[in-house]
């Protein structure tokens, strides 16, 4: 059985991640792909919690690992289908509490066209 490759890009989504490697991690999104997060809506108000395009997620993650040197995710689980991850995993920062994230992907042509995370 062929391996889902919307699986292969949650994989290669958290090796970007947890290596802070921005550039391959902007790569995996398409250029006017959405972002949705509660962090971002307590961080930046004005957003509502959302922004669009890759430079505006460029400005955001490079703020969080300048910010936060630490962060990295510890994936749990993975459920793929042809149009969207779901991702469980744990967000780790020295001096805070882990934190259990869910965050769903959703895939166009091989690029993440949207992302949104939840967390209590």
């Given at each position: ?7 292969e ?8 991640f947890?290596?802070?490697?921005l ?8 250029e006017?792909?959405?972002h ?24 955001w ?6 910010r ?5 995710y ?12 779901f ?9 805070e ?14 690029l ?7 967390h209590?």
């Amino acid at each position: 059985m062929n391996a889902n490759p919307n699986k292969e890009i949650a994989q290669q989504w958290f090796r970007a991640f947890n290596e802070h490697n921005l550039e391959n991690l902007l790569n995996l999104y398409k250029e006017d792909a959405q972002h949705f997060s509660p962090k971002l809506k307590v961080r930046h108000p004005e957003t509502r919690g959302l922004i669009k395009g890759r430079e505006a997620l460029r400005a955001w993650w490079k703020d969080s690992f300048e910010r936060l040197p630490s962060l990295s995710y510890e994936p749990i689980e993975f459920t793929a289908d042809e149009t969207r991850v779901f991702m469980e995993y744990i967000r780790h920062v020295n001096g805070e509490d882990d934190l259990s994230v869910g965050e769903v992907l959703e895939i166009e042509g091989g690029l993440i066209s949207s992302s949104r995370v939840y967390h209590g």
